[in-house]
């Protein structure tokens, strides 16, 4: 039931035409109390959409009653008239709720620099405001999905309260979080201001740390919404840990769904001097599409992840790395080890194993191969 | 003619059998003097393969006799194996010419983490100096190529001196040079510093600005041998300015034949604040594989632009930009103009115009969209 699986949340996901295809493309999740606290983070893209725009203002009370999310458009780039848009929208929310439509979040998602159609939209609101079920959870997560090829959702239990959540996101996925539209509920009670530093530190170490391909959306949103209808104030540290649990579950997913990928890639960088570094030398491998490629086709090229390291201002010795590809030790002090024929790069799961023999800190990176389909899938995107 | 275009320099390309095709595989360019004068850049990855390591060491003192030139294996991540090959190398070509071996640059390229076998260098080195001749530049442009579909060589004159070039280079094209081998000679008279300065002043407008996949090459190498043989010394500036109109050519024959491209682009970015900033831009268009595979499909996808440059640093106002694609205006102030079906990306040159309108500087980046083909040569280079 994700979203809707914490006490005090409903939810709805219907069509209303913004999508050629007809699939669902308006979702509203709607936050019942008794109270009303939230956070959320935005994309680091200093091109920001509209919506992106118009939440950061709402968020800065730490107080939403509701947010209501798009897909079949993405809002980004269509000036003063698009920003209205959003506002407009807020305030049929408002409207339909009985709410503030400053407490009302947006997100929105599809393809830049067109305008959304507000005969559809603005009506739509008040269909899917009489939609709302408090097991709406599922038609919210599939209203949300542009490339995807299904519905992400997670659900963590603690003692006596409940973290729910949805995701949407398959391409454009990058640092600082990636054309993904993520909404999470909890029952715990927990002030916004609690809320926002757990979900810091948990996007951190989940969605900040997924790298399907180097670009970073317009549009990224990740909102935690909390109803304390449970009544249970958590231990903040359980509730940090299974919030973690639930963002790294849900990142997972849009990795495995990621555009046209073969390959689900974990690169785990260890014995780095820090953990910025660990996270540099994972992107730069994460990001050479020359090694995307190679896995692609199950080629164990250890070369290329070295030369891509090699770019990185991390603090290591070259010739002193090791690396690992699922099990088999390839490169041992940056000469060759293991014969890369020992290498099966058949399943789909691949481990990268980086040893920088510079230090006691580590990270993961998750990412995927570079394919045809992906070529394919984004050579068509807007057509 | 090349390399030998310049008076005072013999050439040799021959197969030795390093490539498993049987192509021609190993290079030499000698200066016969009177001048032995020289200057070098090399790739500012910090995993240097082997020859590269030599290399930095023979140029520190400005003289340099011969340089030799293997395709077939980059002799990197070989370890002190793979060292002692690249110096047995130089030794052998010193002993074939008469000179020190301390005066022998070495370049290697191909695949990385495998030895070179020397049972076929060492041999082929008295080979190739046997085959040394005044019109050998054509021979040794072939004899570097490794996914290139043909050599690339151009010449250009000035008042009474001539430069001539060869390069290499079909992936890995990125800054600070980029999988590319380019040896330069001339028979100008200057002295090795000045070499060094204007070399270093045309490779930054040039090769530099390359960007084709935004992976850097373990092995780049940029040489200009200078033999004096002409007794004319040139105004600097004039010289200046055909070292970069060289240099710049064979940049832009290494971006037409970059692996699996179907369109070459030109990133123009005017009105930036500073010229750092305008690369900055340039290069994160360049580096986005979400806009590449847009190009590939012909699919004018501007917002694509917009939310690669919203990740830069650089200063610039997202809702004041605008774009231009192929002498469309599709976006004004962040917003959308020109319909994008006025936009023809059927041709293969798209000129992509971005006007930040944030100061007075500019700079130009070449690079290559995304294509099937990129994937595949890629997915299938090792094996």
Redesign the interface.
Known sequence: MTVTHAQGFEAAGIPIGLKSSGDPDLALVVNRGPRQNAAAVFT?????ANPILWSQQVIADGTVSAIILNSGG?N????S??FQTTHLTAEAVGEALGVSAGDVLVCSTG?????LDRSKLIPGVATAAAALTSDGGEAAANAILTTDSHAKTAVVTGDGWTIGGMAKGA??LAPALATMLVVLTTDAELESAELDAMLRAATRVSFDRLDS??????NDQVTLLASGASGIRPDTAAFQAALVALCTDLATQLMGDAEGASHDITIEVVNAATEDDAVEVGRSVA????FK??V??N?P????V???????RAAFD??AVDVAMNGVR??S????DRP?EEVDLTPRALHLLIDLKAGPAQATIYTND???D???E??????
């Open positions: 680091s893209n200093r091109a920001k993405a980004c780039f269509t000036g008239e698009g393809l830049i620099g067109q305008q391409g454009m391909d180097g670009c970073t959306s317009t990001r050479n599409n020359l490629a190679a692609f086709g080629d090229n250890w070369g290329r070295l030369a891509a390291i090699g770019t990185t070259p010739y390839v490169c002090n940056g000469a060759p890369r570079l394919t045809h992906y070529v394919h984004n050579s068509a995107y807007s057509s």
